[in-house]
């Protein structure tokens, strides 16, 4: 990037410097006659032309790389927003798996306590089953809590991902904009001379 600007200062303290020159030409040809003077005035204002050509030229790549920073930095921000998420996520499943404990230990609850009034022992049999099948629903909904919440955060990371790198080759097409603009101005300001 400071390349591209120390060649375009460079060509502009030449276009400046043909000025200065144009400009005493100008003098010296007012002494001496007049058609001097209407070349260095001919010449003074290509040159004046020149210098306004470049500085668009620069004010296009500097637009150029402020358009791909503002990108670069949207998607930074994009970024930022998912990665926060995922903290959230873990949260809410381990919420999730908290409420499916509750909600077996209120099943094992109920089920106790039904066959405990009907007079059953609930050491073995019917109740032991019906226990046993509650924890294993129980584990099933768990463990299936447990993978989408992996899902859904490794989801979260992978947009991240996406977006730092958008941010990445949003910064690199502004600068190449701005690298193709200059020289584009470059090849015209040379073209003209």
Avoid: C, H
């Amino acid at each position: 990037m400071q390349a591209v600007f120390g060649l375009l200062s460079s060509g502009f303290q030449a276009v400046t410097g043909a000025l200065t020159g144009a400009a005493g030409a100008a003098g010296v040809g007012a002494t001496t006659t007049a058609a001097g003077a209407t070349a260095a005035t001919a010449a003074q204002t290509l040159s004046l032309s020149q210098l306004m050509q470049g500085g668009a030229t620069v004010l296009s790549m500097f637009s150029s790389i402020q358009a791909g920073n503002a990108d670069a930095q949207q998607a930074n921000l994009a970024a930022i927003d998912a990665e926060r998420e995922v903290p959230l996520e873990t949260l809410q499943g381990i919420n999730r798996r908290a409420s499916i404990k509750r909600q077996l230990m209120d099943s094992i609850g109920t089920l106790d306590t039904a066959y405990a009034g009907s007079g059953v022992d609930l050491s073995f049999g019917t109740p032991s089953v019906a226990r046993s099948e509650a924890f294993r629903e129980a584990d099933r909904a768990l463990n299936s809590d447990a993978m989408t919440e992996q899902t859904r955060v490794g989801r979260l990371n992978e947009r991240a991902a996406n977006y730092r790198r958008a941010a990445g080759r949003a910064r690199s097409r502004g600068f190449f904009d701005a690298i193709g603009t200059g020289l584009k101005g470059a090849a015209s300001f040379l073209n003209r001379g």
